[in-house]
């Protein structure tokens, strides 16, 4: 099994930034891909980023050009930075993992507990 645990929530004004972390044990390799999900209240989860063991990215368009994500594959860490926020990026951000980033952008293997990122207008 694969533990992923996300840290980084907080509350922060538009225009700010925040960034999160998310921690793999367990029955990880530096070979799987990572990615970031969110989910707003009354919407459905929705794909953010997700990153290749090589470092190749992918973006929703409503975060390309102020989110950025990236690893350290020695620590099994993903991060995502998030810049000029805006109150509809308010959700819970999910960090999810699997064997390749196709997997990950279309159906995870693995998903932390989720932390709350909150945008005040």
């Known amino acids: 099994q694969v533990q992923l645990v996300e840290s980084g929530r907080g509350l922060v004004q538009a225009g700010g930034s925040l960034r999160l972390s998310c921690a793999a044990s367990?029955?990880?390799?530096?070979?799987?891909?990572m990615g970031w999900f969110r989910q707003a209240p009354g919407k459905e989860r929705e794909f953010v980023a997700a990153?290749?063991?090589?470092?190749?990215?992918d973006y929703a368009d409503s975060v390309k050009g102020r989110f950025t994500i990236s690893r350290d594959n020695a620590k099994n860490t993903v991060y995502l930075q998030m810049l000029s926020l805006k109150p509809e990026d308010t959700a819970v951000y999910y960090c999810?993992?699997?064997?390749?980033?196709?997997?990950?952008?279309?159906?995870?293997?693995?998903w932390g507990q989720g932390t709350q990122v909150t945008v005040s207008s």
């Open positions: 999810a993992a699997g064997r390749s980033r196709t997997v990950v952008i279309s159906q995870p293997e693995y």
């Open positions: 367990g029955r990880i390799f530096s070979t799987d891909a």
């Open positions: 990153i290749s063991w090589g470092g190749i990215t």
